[in-house]
């Protein structure tokens, strides 16, 4: 089978894609047929080699942790699924093989995706949905009637974050370039700051802010919040509370006990899922420069042709 690989770290030029021997199926685990995949900041970290305190990982390496497709077939210990039921799931970032035709993982990371969803949309849920989900409310303690600021509100956890605390009853500040307000005030967002123009500091009484940026963005961010307010960052590990603030690096690890929630927020007509660009799996280079961009809108994906 096809697989996206790489022998070294660095750049998304060190992915080639290859033909790969799938291994053995496993008593508790499912064969799926890869339909979709959806590519996290977290792939370029890994690529990169700066995660391997975290995520240590062996060369060869088939990056990608989010996944969608059919069951193949299923472990001898699996009764919940049968071959043809249509999934999505997330492997360990250590495990990845989400870039792939074909992936074996723990039947118990799965979840059967309902008849309406795409493939493409079912990819895009597992890391952003469940980041966006524990973030504002594991970490952040979001709560009805409060004031949150989502940066780079149009990427891909930004946009179910925004989702996600609009139906939770939160006054929703977005930051985003202007050609993503429109898109933004439609999916919930009460107020949105074009970051290229305005200074995000002008916001003020902030309960909450998701740090999708760190660096300067989140320096700044800390002057926002009001008393006992905090920050839930996604991307600086050592954030440490300041003056009165809190603040707390969000360790996202699992996808399975969010998917569900997920599942019936879009069956419900209450979570949309935004998609940027779709390559082909031979095109897997393309799309990891695309994620790398930072400028994407919504979620990346590949679409492995089965």
């Known amino acids: 089978?096809?697989?996206?690989?790489?022998?070294?770290?660095?750049?998304?030029?060190?992915?080639?894609?290859?033909?790969?021997?799938?291994?053995?199926?496993?008593?508790?685990e499912a064969a799926v047929r890869v339909e979709a995949a959806g590519l996290n900041p977290l792939d370029l970290k890994i690529i990169a080699?700066?995660?391997q305190q975290v995520f240590p990982i062996t060369?060869?390496?088939n990056p990608g942790t989010d996944f969608s497709g059919v069951i193949e077939a299923v472990g001898a210990h699996v009764t919940n699924l049968r071959p043809g039921d249509r999934v999505a799931g997330r492997t360990a970032p250590s495990a990845g093989g989400a870039f792939a035709r074909r992936l074996m993982i723990a039947a118990g990371d799965l979840c059967v995706i309902p008849p309406e969803m795409s493939f493409e949309q079912a990819a895009a849920l597992p890391t952003a949905f469940g980041t966006?989900?524990?973030?504002?409310?594991?970490?952040?303690?979001?709560q009805r009637g409060q004031r949150v600021l989502i940066h780079a509100a149009a990427g891909g956890v930004?946009?179910?974050?925004?989702?996600?605390?609009?139906?939770?009853?939160?006054?929703?500040?977005?930051?985003?370039?202007?050609?993503?307000?429109?898109?933004?005030?439609?999916?919930?967002?009460?107020?949105?700051?074009?970051?290229?123009?305005?200074?995000?500091?002008?916001?003020?009484?902030?309960?909450?802010?998701?740090?999708?940026?760190?660096?300067e963005t989140l320096a700044k961010s800390w002057s926002v919040l009001r008393p006992g307010g905090r920050i839930a960052s996604l991307v600086e590990f050592g954030i440490k509370p300041q003056n009165g603030h809190a603040g707390e690096f969000v360790f996202?690890?699992?996808?399975?006990?969010?998917?569900?929630?997920?599942?019936?927020?879009?069956?419900g007509g209450q979570l949309q899922i935004i998609t940027d660009a779709i390559f082909p799996l031979d095109q897997?280079?393309?799309?990891?420069?695309?994620?790398?961009?930072?400028?994407a809108r919504g979620k990346v994906l590949i679409r492995t042709g089965g």
């Open 284 to 295: 897997t280079r393309s799309a990891l420069e695309k994620l790398a961009t930072g400028h």
């Open 158 to 215: 930004g946009s179910m974050a925004v989702q996600l605390a609009h139906h939770a009853g939160a006054y929703v500040i977005a930051t985003a370039s202007a050609r993503n307000h429109e898109l933004l005030k439609s999916l919930g967002a009460d107020e949105v700051v074009d970051y290229r123009t305005h200074d995000s500091t002008d916001v003020h009484e902030i309960d909450l802010v998701l740090d999708t940026i760190g660096g």
């Open 252 to 267: 996202f690890a699992v996808a399975a006990p969010f998917l569900p929630e997920g599942l019936r927020l879009f069956q």
């Open 59 to 61: 060369f060869p390496y």
């Open 132 to 142: 966006a989900r524990q973030a504002l409310f594991d970490v952040g303690h979001l």
């Open 1 to 28: 089978m096809k697989a996206a690989l790489i022998s070294t770290f660095g750049g998304p030029d060190v992915i080639t894609v290859e033909e790969v021997k799938l291994r053995d199926l496993q008593p508790d």
């Open 49 to 51: 080699g700066y995660m």
